[in-house]
């Protein structure tokens, strides 16, 4: 499994961007993979996780209602969709791959594949 994640930038806040991520190597993930965020300092937080097949999908409350995890073509590539972003949306954001099952899926320790990360920034 080899993750590459793009699609960061600046924005305005109340702008969007897309992050796409893309297991790029020979083995595909099989089941969720997720999108965390880290700040300068800090440990990395959960914002998303979506299913192999893309029917479930969670959510940290900080991107509820504004965020949208997808995953069209269930094993290679998952997306995070951001609208209404807001300046403390601002980090570095990592997908991540292969959650250990009955783990909490918000610790980053439950997830084995990183991807090298993509910066957003929202600020006007």
């Known amino acids: 499994v080899q993750l590459q994640a793009s699609g960061g930038g600046l924005v305005q806040p109340g702008g969007s961007l897309r992050l796409s991520c893309v297991n790029s190597g020979r083995t595909q993930v099989n089941g969720y993979m997720a999108w965390f965020r880290q700040v300068p300092g800090e440990e990395p937080t959960f914002v998303a996780s979506?299913?192999?097949?893309?029917?479930?999908?969670n959510y940290d409350d900080s991107a509820k209602g504004r965020f949208t995890i997808s995953r069209p073509n269930a094993a290679n590539t998952v997306y995070l969709q951001m609208n209404s972003l807001k300046p403390e949306d601002t980090a570095l954001y990592y997908c991540?791959?292969?959650?250990?099952?009955?783990?909490?899926?918000?610790?980053?320790?439950?997830?084995?594949?990183w991807g090298q990360g993509t910066q957003v920034t929202v600020s006007s």
């Open positions: 979506i299913s192999w097949g893309g029917t479930r999908t």
């Open positions: 991540a791959a292969q959650w250990s099952s009955g783990t909490p899926q918000f610790l980053a320790s439950s997830w084995i594949y």
